[in-house]
């Protein structure tokens, strides 16, 4: 595991793109226990025992990029499609050994429980994410709870391959709350989280659409304001709804979904009940 941080966002790619993705133990157990059915599973099955996991959905799509004939046009964006594309049977044989975050982080439980936190975050911002789409009746509802769900999966990665970098950057925003997450991973790491992700997601050829969902600089895209506004809620929330960056995030929410902040706020509140 790393202790020191790499010099620059093409080392932090070049290392994490070569490092196993490991996935939650519940993932894995459920792989193995469909096994022996695998001739009655069809895709949308399957992928409701998966979708939950961030790891697995990321190691997923990046296999069906890696997979994807050179002439092949398009792009596996869901679970459920790179399942179709893959093929059942293929998917069993080609994820026979999972490999877990507990096994990964055997004997650093401060580094699972940074991981898990960061995990449920983006669970819970999937389920906001999820429900604005529908609220907009947005055709894309499935894309945008997958992209609120990967979003963050660089930090994910960086509890399982470099724990201590990462609880250098939890300790400084612990001591100082005022720093923004840039500027300490920044200063820890020589890259920032979102800059490694973009460089992740495209030398693993994931879609452009998620991609694009995911770029935080894509601020005038409803669709990308959606996850973006989910991902801060969920952070702002994490601990409670009495953070002083709520009331914001319920404003530009209410003007997202084109409800007084009222309104607003018992969505969030009727969302985060049903997670």
Known sequence: MLIHPLPDLAAWTAYLREQPIPVLPHTAAAIEALRPCEDELDASTLADHLTGDPLMTLQLLAYAAQVRPAHYAGAAETVTAALVFIGIAPFFRAFDRLLTTEELLHGRPDALEGLEQVMRRAARAATFSLGF?????????????????????????????????????????????????????????????????????????????????????????????????????????????????????????????????????????ELDATD
């Open 133 to 269: 789409a529908v609220h907009r009746m947005d055709a894309d509802a499935a894309m945008l709870h997958e992209a609120a769900l990967l979003h963050g999966f660089s930090e994910m990665l960086l509890w399982c391959h470099g724990p201590d970098l990462a609880l250098e950057i939890r300790e400084r925003q612990r001591r100082d709350p005022t720093l923004r997450s840039a500027a300490v991973q920044q200063a820890v790491l020589n890259v920032t989280l979102p800059q490694l992700e973009q460089s992740l997601m495209r030398v693993w050829k994931l879609p452009e659409t998620l991609v694009r969902l995911t770029d935080e600089r894509q601020t005038a895209d409803p669709a990308v304001r959606n996850v973006l506004l989910a991902i801060r809620v969920a952070r702002h929330t994490q601990h409670g709804w009495d953070n002083a960056a709520v009331p914001d995030d319920v404003r530009d929410v209410a003007e997202l979904l084109s409800l007084s902040p009222e309104a607003a706020r018992h969505k969030l509140m």
